[in-house]
């Protein structure tokens, strides 16, 4: 069965600096697809990024980027210029792309990011 | 805007009851999905739909069942609530078989058994 693992349980950032939240994934498929979800105080889950693995290219959002390491298994989430919009919890997760598993996702525990001004 | 509501926000139930969490979506899409979320365990999936009256079991099912008679709402059931059940539950949708579209998700409801 496929797992997440988020080694980070909090992080802190100053305002205006980087952070880099850390993901790992195993898994034996080979096509799949890795999110990062954000969710605030409200508790509504937000799509940060999302990034296929059968893309070598790193998927940029603006502030947020991601560098997807295939052969690692490693999947870390990088915020620039951190604002105090950013506070939330993050999830990593991991989608199949078979139907068999329904497309669900499976989440990792979270790592809860803390931005002091 | 896709639009996935819990009915229900906080709820407080004595053990033994039998508790409905209810979930529409007003998007017409396929699959649904009900999540809990427990600090240290991140999101685990109870269970999900991708047809009406389709069902199948997710990680954790033990102690739950689920309907879906319309497509547009998926009902989570708790038939004897107990103690370890309480938990933010999230409810979530997505568009038919394919993997990268994105999934929905509501705004959860707390749920306290005493």
């Known amino acids: 069965a496929q797992t997440v693992t988020q080694s980070q349980p909090e992080m802190s950032v100053q305002e205006a600096e980087t952070v880099t939240l850390s993901c790992t994934y195993d898994?034996?498929?080979?096509?799949?697809?890795l999110f990062w979800y954000k969710q605030p105080p409200s508790r509504q889950m937000i799509l940060v990024i999302r990034?296929?693995?059968?893309?070598?290219q790193n998927a940029t959002e603006n502030r947020f980027s991601v560098n997807f390491q295939k052969a690692a298994k490693s999947f870390s989430l990088k915020i620039s210029d951190s604002q105090l919009g950013d506070a939330a919890m993050y999830f990593c997760?991991?989608?199949?792309?078979?139907?068999?598993?329904?497309?669900?996702?499976?989440f990792g525990a979270g790592t809860i990011l803390r931005v002091k001004s | 805007d896709v639009k996935v509501t819990q009915s229900s926000r906080y709820l407080v139930k004595r053990t033994g009851e039998k508790v409905f969490l209810e979930c529409v979506q007003d998007?017409?899409?396929?699959?649904m999905f009900w999540y809990r979320q427990d600090p240290g365990l991140g999101l685990r999936l109870i269970y999900f739909?991708?047809?009406?009256?389709?069902?199948e079991k997710g990680d954790i099912p033990e102690g739950y069942s689920v309907s879906r008679e319309k497509k547009e709402r998926f009902s989570l059931i708790l038939e004897s609530a107990s103690t370890n059940q309480t938990s933010m539950y999230l409810c979530?949708?997505?568009?038919?078989?394919?993997?990268?579209?994105?999934?929905?998700f509501g705004e959860g409801s707390w749920l306290t058994v005493v």
């Open positions: 997760a991991y989608r199949d792309l078979e139907r068999k598993y329904g497309n669900k996702l499976v």
């Open positions: 739909s991708y047809d009406v009256k389709m069902k």
């Open positions: 990034q296929e693995a059968y893309k070598q």
């Open positions: 979530a949708s997505s568009v038919g078989s394919v993997s990268g579209n994105t999934i929905y």
């Open positions: 998007m017409d899409h396929e699959n």
């Open positions: 898994t034996s498929e080979s096509d799949y697809y």
